[in-house]
């Protein structure tokens, strides 16, 4: 086949066969291994060379259908307890597959009505759902990474006006350096964020008081107090990736009040405590920052890429992302275009996702649903702590377990080499994901329980594969 518009009697073929290959694909999601036992022979086998001719809709689908059974990993399932990723719920992933069919371009209201409606609302319910206060609003990204770096560029642009420049318009050049400081807890992907906009990634300063990252207060407090009120930030961490441990958001928002620095709380999954009356207070403070980043394809269990930046003062991201061409709309009034709201120009409409699971499943569906989860990471724990070949290294604050394989008749100098040896074994197993980290010094697991199909069944199936795994490699 050669021009599509000859294909237009294949539409809905298409969308009928995409939908039964899908429906086959979750059907096994919640037994099948995370990794299918053929994964490097199927992608072996994919055709490198671009056609000259084409073959129509139908042919490619049934291909990517069975590549996705042969070698799809099944991240969307119970079983992935690598990262920290959620799967997609029902309403999320109807809602994803809708914003596809209907390919809104939610950049302004003039190109999308119904796009930008739903992100002013989606926004809004994120808002309610983290009992942020009325006022803060903010932009959908995609993902936790682009979160941060919103929020990130708000407060470089912040710090610029108290400096009497604009960093946006003037760039850094010649401009002192803007101060970041966070605990050893801070996220690869803040950093990265600092380094594309320009602050730097080595301009980053860690108060940790311990080999786990752990914030220093008073070291915070001291360097704070050297810099004697000049513009600064400072990035809180709530659940950091090796043990979901916080840093102390409420303390941080004093020192912010009382040296006029600008708090960012990245809080990537660890926002999600706020849903919950049993761990809210680990988050608590994060009210008081003039920047919050989550991230939704994690908790939220919306499909890829979906993440959200919150602001106190929202009317601050149009002078940073704000841009004028002929062919645009001016940016005005209170609700400005989501285009100058964030870098990004053409956006898919993430809202559908969003607003659909919440409106599925509300406030009480998700709270449940973390209150789950936390159940969950309780008994895994208590499962590793009866394993004597297990040995726990952290408390379980929120919803990750971080422990290692520690054999009776093993040296500590050996140890690490194990549990890299073990990490490997399990992901070239396949039957569970979970991978490998490095926890004060002492190479570890650190699975994350976030997935709204995980059941008890499914972390316990985790110890069993562990161990049997670790039986054949002593």
């Given amino acids: 086949m050669s021009d599509p518009i000859h294909g237009l009697d294949e539409l809905e073929a298409a969308l009928a066969l995409a939908a039964e290959e899908a429906r086959e694909f979750l059907a096994g999601v919640d037994s099948d291994p995370v990794q299918p036992p053929g994964t490097a022979q199927a992608l072996s086998g994919i055709e490198r060379d671009l056609p000259e001719e084409g073959e129509g809709a139908l042919a490619p689908l049934r291909e990517l259908g069975e590549l996705g059974r042969e070698a799809g990993n099944r991240s969307a399932g119970p079983r992935f307890f690598h990262f920290v990723i959620g799967g997609a719920t029902p309403a999320a992933l109807g809602g994803d597959w809708l914003a596809s069919a209907l390919d809104q371009n939610a950049v302004a209201r003039v190109a999308s009505p119904l796009g930008t409606e739903l992100e002013w ?6 808002r309610e759902l983290f009992e942020l206060p009325r006022g803060f609003g903010g932009v959908l990204t995609t ?3 682009m979160a941060n770096f919103v929020c990130l560029a708000a407060a470089r642009d912040w710090c610029g006006e108290r400096m009497g420049v604009s960093f946006s318009a003037d760039g850094l050049a010649g401009v002192a350096q803007v101060p970041v400081l966070s605990s050893g807890h801070i996220h690869s992907s803040a950093v990265k964020s600092l380094g594309l906009l320009g602050v730097g990634r080595a301009n980053v300063q860690r108060f940790a008081a311990d080999g786990t990252g752990r914030l220093d207060l008073d070291a915070l407090e001291l360097a704070l107090a050297e810099l004697d ?13 090796n043990a979901g441990d916080f840093d102390p958001i409420d303390a941080m928002a004093d020192l912010a009040e009382r040296h006029g620095a600008w708090l960012h709380v990245d809080g990537a999954f660890g926002l999600f405590a706020r849903v919950s009356p049993r761990a809210a207070s680990l988050a608590g403070g994060a009210e008081r920052a003039h920047s919050v980043s989550a991230d939704g394809h994690k908790w939220l269990n919306v499909p890829h890429d979906c993440g959200f930046a919150f602001l106190r003062d929202p009317a601050v991201l149009p002078r940073t992302f704000g841009e004028g061409a002929a062919y645009l709309p001016p940016i005005e009034g209170e609700r400005p275009d989501f285009g100058y709201l964030g870098p990004e120009g053409s956006r898919r409409a993430r809202a559908f996702a969003v607003w659909a699971t919440l409106r599925a499943y509300g406030r009480r569906g998700y709270r449940e649903m973390v209150e789950r989860h936390l159940d969950l ?12 070949q297990l040995e726990r290294l952290a408390d379980v604050r929120l919803n990750i377990v971080c422990f290692r394989w520690h054999p009776d008749d093993a040296g500590e100098d050996e140890l690490d080499d194990l549990n890299r040896r ?3 074994a399990l992901i070239a197993d396949g039957r569970v994901f979970a991978g490998t980290t490095l926890y004060d010094g002492r190479v570890a697991f650190r699975p994350a329980i976030v997935n709204w199909r995980t059941r008890e069944q499914d972390v316990d199936a985790l110890v069993d594969v562990l161990l049997d795994l670790a039986a054949g490699l002593r």
């Fill in 121 to 126: 609302i989606a926004v809004d319910w994120l």
């Fill in 143 to 145: 993902g936790g990474t």
């Fill in 229 to 241: 009120g000049a513009p600064a930030i400072l990035v809180a961490n709530a659940g950091e990736v």
């Fill in 377 to 388: 990471a309780q008994h895994l724990a208590r499962r590793v702590d009866r394993e004597h």
């Fill in 422 to 424: 073990l990490g490997e």
